[in-house]
């Protein structure tokens, strides 16, 4: 496979897949163990480039970590010793939670990223650090920018439309500064699922959160945790949403590793499969998808923005139109994914109509051979890979490794799957 293009033939797809593990859950994770005064043991690490740099931003934030195969040990003082920069690489989540914890360190510290990150808003935090005690200093509202804390928190209302990344990077560094009950009201939160795996992983090291119907959240000082804390990431809906589509448009696939009561917003994947008729099959031991006539689904997928690309993908099989709603969610991702999925399945031959804030996809046409382009986004890599199971010939993607970000394993997963490149 070249790093530059890699061409998916045609294949009916069969076997069972082991998920891999939640960047949104191993990143979270490594935002708790910095904060945590002790050991932290992380089972299930995850290995994407996402992961990779939450590993490196608590390191330079004074943790130290130790690997081996299945295992991350982080071992903290709990305290920020902040070096004088980090780099989230280009996470969003990355940058969004972990500069309110640089924040907490009375020391200046510079948050860079790369790549389209640095496109990306951040005036959220020009607006609201301040209000905590935090000078801020950013390129009109975008990064590179410098934190000098430490943050103090209190009472504050903040704008959840945009991102609910920002919410966690204040929960989880109200959490560990709390002297006294502090609440944080939030009007028009997004993404709600992402804040119950927030809330469901600090509740893990021992933290106290309570909301009141999503839109105030009342923290809680804590005065003692276990100096040692084991948590296993569990698998990654996200990623796992591309197999299990593989599976309903050109095979049998089974997903292990995923746990069917997750707090991850992805997990929606389920609901959209039983709207198409697919064949599906739940147990302990996974998720395992049939493909089948594919009938046309309406779903709103505000709070699992992610689920875009791979509901495309669906949606080219399905006999008929298909609309997801949602479409306001895409413009700040690695890509404008509403854009370009719509530029990118075109050359597939699939019309897509934006239409306020819907995507409307006519499918149930033939997919065409041709070549499209990843735009540099994972999950425009991973959807045009699926939607080529059934294409009327050879699909070639361009820049095919933009896929390190979330799911490194994904090409060698679909090979195991017996697809060809």
């Given amino acids: 496979m070249s790093d530059t293009?890699?061409?998916?033939?045609p294949a009916a797809v069969q076997g069972q897949i082991q998920a891999p593990a939640s960047k949104s859950a191993m990143q979270r994770a490594c935002a708790a163990a910095l904060l945590h005064a002790g050991i932290t043991k992380i089972y299930n690490p995850g290995r994407c480039n996402d992961d990779l740099a939450a590993m490196e931003v608590i390191q330079h934030l004074g943790v130290q970590l130790q690997h081996t195969e299945n295992l991350l040990t982080v071992t903290s003082t709990g305290h920020i010793n902040?070096?004088?920069d980090i780099n989230v690489g280009e996470s969003g989540l990355g940058v969004r939670m972990f500069t309110p914890l640089a924040a907490l360190s009375s020391n200046p510290v510079s948050?860079?990223?790369?790549?389209?990150?640095?496109?990306?808003?951040?005036?959220?935090f020009d607006e609201v650090l301040p209000q905590l005690q935090v000078t801020?200093?950013?390129?009109?509202?975008?990064?590179?920018?410098?934190?000098?804390?430490?943050?103090?928190?209190?009472?504050?209302?903040?704008?959840?439309?945009l991102s609910s990344q920002f919410l966690t990077g204040l929960l989880m560094a109200f959490g560990k500064a709390a002297t006294q009950p502090v609440t944080i009201t939030v009007n028009n939160l997004k993404s709600r699922p992402y804040i119950d795996l927030t809330l469901e992983i600090m509740a893990h090291f021992g933290y106290?959160?309570?909301?009141?119907?999503?839109?105030?959240?009342?923290?809680?000082?804590?005065?003692?945790?276990?100096?040692?804390?084991?948590y296993t990431v569990e698998g990654d809906w996200s990623g796992a949403a591309f197999l299990l589509v593989a599976g309903a448009?050109?095979?049998?696939?089974?997903?292990?590793?995923?746990?069917?009561h997750s707090a991850q917003a992805d997990?929606?994947?389920?609901k959209v499969l039983e709207q198409t008729g697919a064949g599906l099959k739940m147990d302990e031991t996974g998720v395992q998808v049939q493909s089948t006539h594919l009938q046309p689904f309406h779903f709103d997928a505000t709070d699992c923005p992610d689920l875009f690309p791979p509901l495309v993908a669906l949606a080219a099989y399905c006999d008929g139109t298909s609309t997801i709603q949602g479409t306001n969610r895409l413009t700040h991702k690695e890509s404008n994914r509403a854009l370009t999925l719509q530029d990118e399945f075109a050359k597939l031959g699939l019309a897509i109509e934006l239409q306020d804030n819907q995507m409307l996809i006519t499918g149930g046409g033939s997919v065409k051979t041709t070549t499209v382009h990843s735009r540099h986004d994972h999950r425009i890599a991973m959807a045009c890979a699926v939607a080529a199971l059934r294409a009327s010939g050879p699909v070639t993607i361009e820049e095919p490794m933009a896929v390190n970000k979330s799911y490194p394993g994904f090409w060698e997963d679909l090979r195991q799957l017996q697809v060809k490149d």
Avoid: N
Avoid at 111 to 124: A, D, E, K, Y
């Fill in 5 to 9: 293009a890699i061409t998916i033939q």
């Fill in 82 to 84: 902040a070096a004088t």
């Fill in 111 to 124: 948050i860079s990223g790369h790549g389209s990150l640095l496109t990306r808003p951040m005036h959220f």
């Fill in 136 to 161: 801020v200093s950013s390129h009109a509202g975008k990064l590179p920018m410098t934190v000098t804390g430490p943050l103090k928190p209190k009472d504050i209302t903040i704008d959840g439309s």
């Fill in 208 to 230: 106290r959160v309570q909301h009141k119907q999503y839109e105030q959240f009342i923290i809680e000082p804590v005065a003692t945790f276990p100096s040692t804390m084991d």
């Fill in 249 to 260: 448009i050109a095979g049998d696939v089974m997903v292990t590793g995923l746990d069917i």
């Fill in 267 to 270: 997990k929606a994947i389920l």
